[in-house]
């Protein structure tokens, strides 16, 4: 069974940087889209940012300029940095496998979490 292992979260003050790492148990998933959701108490999941196999990107307009996703295939390691954290971006941040030509998740990781302290 693919798995997603997410680390890097944790307690960082607004303003600070953090960076989340995703490694999938299978290479063949680096021929796939992936990426990044986050969810909120209350609120639905929503789509942080995304990467395809050949390094096109897609973010959310409230990252837009923030956050950076990037991808080692070679490591089969997905990564988000993420800058000038705001309060409003504390969140369990979700890895993802995407179906292919789409930002629609087909996998998920147990999710890490990001907690921005004003």
């Not at 959310?60 to 409003?88: C, H, W």
């Amino acid at each position: 069974q693919v798995q997603l292992v997410e680390s890097g979260g944790g307690l960082v003050q607004a303003g600070g940087s953090l960076r989340l790492s995703c490694r999938a148990s299978e290479s063949i998933f680096m021929l796939y889209p992936m990426g990044w959701y986050r969810q909120t108490p209350g609120k639905q999941r929503e789509l942080v940012a995304g990467i395809t196999s050949g390094g096109t990107t897609n973010y959310a307009d409230l990252v837009k300029g923030r956050f950076t996703i990037s991808r080692d295939n070679a490591k089969n390691t997905v990564y988000l940095q993420m800058n000038s954290l705001k309060p409003e971006d504390t969140a369990v941040y979700y890895c993802n496998v995407f179906a292919r030509d789409t930002w629609y998740p087909i996998r998920w990781g147990q999710g890490t979490q990001v907690t921005v302290s004003s």
